[in-house]
């Protein structure tokens, strides 16, 4: 079956069997979309990234993702929280592991649920602590409860920050391609990256001039 999940949606709620949709969306989001997703990315963690397990791992995370980008983020609550707190967790991770990690399919699942422009700024914002002195050590954390814990995409580690932006610019997958051609249009998003990239040149050309001084 390849009709929209909007259009499914649409035809059920037009029928006598509404019920049928509430029982599609309890069965796929909620908590039970995110135990799975966490056990397989669980898997891929602890599987060597050239081993044939860590492929079948990596490729049954992107396939849940990928559903649950075409049924909404408002049904995978949980989940997006559980993104947030990975990539807020990635500051603790070895330098190794955190250049190495792929975060590309969090990217395309946020791309589908609409926020490309907050990633984009995410991103920016990222970029900009850094080479504004903000280094490699994690700002202090704001605190919040309920409803407006992970709320938003934390600030992101330079290395996690340039490991997606490389990875999303040079990704082949489908879905990653949507997600690029969605951050591309994300006017302030992109104004933003650009800008954020432009003073790090600066900053950098400034190092190496110093170090031509001296």
């Not at 669980?42 to 990928?66: C, M, P, Q």
């Not at 990217?107 to 850094?130: D, P, R, T």
């Not at 933003?192 to 950098?204: N, P, S």
Request: charged share 20%; with cysteine; net charge negative.
């Amino acid at each position: 079956m390849n009709l929209p999940i909007a259009q499914i949606e649409s035809d059920l709620k037009n029928t006598d069997n509404e019920h049928i949709l509430e029982l599609m969306l309890e069965a796929f989001s909620g908590n039970i979309v995110t135990e799975i997703f966490c056990h397989f990315e669980n898997k891929v963690g602890d599987s060597s990234n050239e081993s044939t397990h860590w492929n079948a791992y990596f490729r049954a995370l992107v396939a849940i993702l990928n559903c649950a980008g075409k049924m909404g983020k408002n049904n995978f609550e949980g989940l997006r929280a559980h993104i947030f707190a990975e990539l807020d967790k990635s500051w603790d991770s070895p330098p190794e592991q955190r250049s190495k990690a792929n975060f590309t399919p969090y990217v395309s699942l946020l791309c589908a649920w609409g926020m490309a422009e907050e990633l984009a700024k995410s991103l920016a914002l990222s970029i900009s602590n850094y080479f504004a002195g903000g280094g490699g050590k994690q700002p202090p954390k704001k605190k919040s409860r309920g409803k407006n814990a992970h709320s938003s995409l934390p600030l992101l580690h330079i290395d996690v920050c340039l490991n997606i932006l490389g990875r999303t610019l040079q990704g082949a997958y489908p879905s990653l391609v949507v997600a690029r051609a969605s951050i591309l249009k994300c006017e302030e998003g992109l104004d933003a990256i650009v800008a954020a990239l432009q003073k790090a040149e600066e900053v950098a050309v400034g190092i190496l001039r110093s170090i031509d001084v001296s």
